[in-house]
């Protein structure tokens, strides 16, 4: 008798591009949120120029590639870059700067590449890094804290005239970040109470006034798409673990050098690069052990350079770096096949 198989795949998850993607704008919702209120209209401002920027910079790109315009730019995935370089700048940084960002990411690390599922890094952090080794002037100019209502809060006018305008209000409408200051200060050889004690003000219950919530909103989402099965629990566990362990461990030898994982976790870009740029399905690992071992070093890499590197923060770096190990890290955790040695080869 006769068995017959019908050709793979059996059966559809049902799940597509444009539905992902959805579900992580959708997660990013809950932090856009808390940022727009703790630091005001520059957000969404930002927000909307981005995603504008990236739907423009896709549609050249595939004009010129001849592709099929309507039918990629449905899939939303320039939108997640625009969204995703936006909040990781400043939100008060030039309009112009955005737009360079943004282009970068969407033309060089994207399209030329042959688009979505092509990039061997991920769009959003290449451009970023970019922005931040071209214009540092520009990318070190943080909001500062001011919730909507309050007397320092800016209005949505004033906003506008700041970012496209160059209109500069108050010098208190920027501010270093806590993870800058800390680096700046323990390189005068302050220690960290110190620090805490004399800018009071910037520290909130366990990292940065107001980026700390920002954080956890990222989490929030984080959480919610992992239970919806956008992302697996793998890259983020561990790139959040192998930060909270290296910060563990060298806060209980110094506390008075090193702070403790909370601010570590909670500080920076670190949970928004956990949940949303690590797990980039193109540039990460396809097998469990392979996302674990690619989150751990990003945690592990992340807090090095916070610690002993030129920047304050991390995470793009490592990001981009283990991007480059991808590779190497599935061909040595890619599961063994009966009659096959490691990485596929026979015997």
């Known amino acids: 008798m006769s068995l017959k ?9 049902g799940a597509s591009v444009s ?18 209120y703790l630091f005001g209209w520059a957000v969404p401002i930002q927000l909307v120029l981005a995603s504008a920027s990236a739907l423009l910079a896709e549609a050249l790109m595939l004009r010129l590639r001849k592709r099929p315009v309507g039918r990629f730019l449905r899939d939303y995935s320039a939108v997640v870059t625009g969204l995703l370089l936006a909040l990781s700048i400043p939100a008060i940084a030039p ?8 282009f970068f990411a969407i033309v ?10 092509y990039n061997p890094f991920n769009p959003a952090m290449v451009g970023y890094v970019m922005l931040l080794i071209s214009f540092p002037k520009y990318m070190t100019h943080w909001p500062a804290l001011a919730p909507l209502g309050s007397a320092d809060a800016l209005g949505f006018m004033d906003s506008l005239r700041l970012i496209f305008a160059g209109w500069q209000p108050l010098d208190a409408v920027s501010q270093a970040t806590v993870l800058d200051l800390v680096k700046t200060e323990m390189g005068r050889d302050h220690t960290l109470g110190e620090i805490v004690g004399g800018h009071a003000h910037l520290f909130g219950t366990f990292a940065g006034a107001g980026g700390e919530w920002v954080a956890l909103a990222y989490l929030l989402g984080g959480l919610w798409m992992i239970h919806k099965r956008v992302i697996s629990w793998h890259v983020p566990a561990a790139m959040l673990g192998g930060t909270a362990l290296m910060a563990g461990l060298f806060h209980l030898y110094n506390p008075d050098l090193y702070p403790g994982p ?11 690069g956990a949940f ?3 797990t980039d399905p193109v540039s ?21 350079i916070r610690t002993w590197g030129g920047y304050p923060d991390g995470v793009a770096f490592s990001v981009l770096l283990l991007n480059m190990a991808v590779p190497m890290i599935d061909y040595y955790t890619r599961p063994t096949v009966y009659g096959h040695g490691q990485g596929g080869s026979s015997h």
Do not use: D, N
Request: hydrophobic share 55%; charged share 5%.
């Open 284 to 304: 990460s690992p396809t097998t469990p052990r392979g996302r674990l071992i690619f989150g751990t070093a990003i945690g592990a890499l992340t807090y090095v």
């Open 5 to 13: 198989v019908p050709s793979s795949p059996h059966i559809h998850g």
């Open 276 to 278: 949303f740029i690590a």
């Open 19 to 36: 539905l992902v993607m959805r579900r992580v704008i959708y997660a990013l919702l809950p932090a856009i949120a808390v940022a727009t």
């Open 95 to 102: 309009w112009w700067l955005t737009v360079v960002g943004v």
């Open 108 to 117: 060089v690390a994207k399209q030329l590449y042959g688009g979505l599922g």
């Open 262 to 272: 909370l601010f570590h976790l909670f500080g920076g870009g670190l949970m928004l």
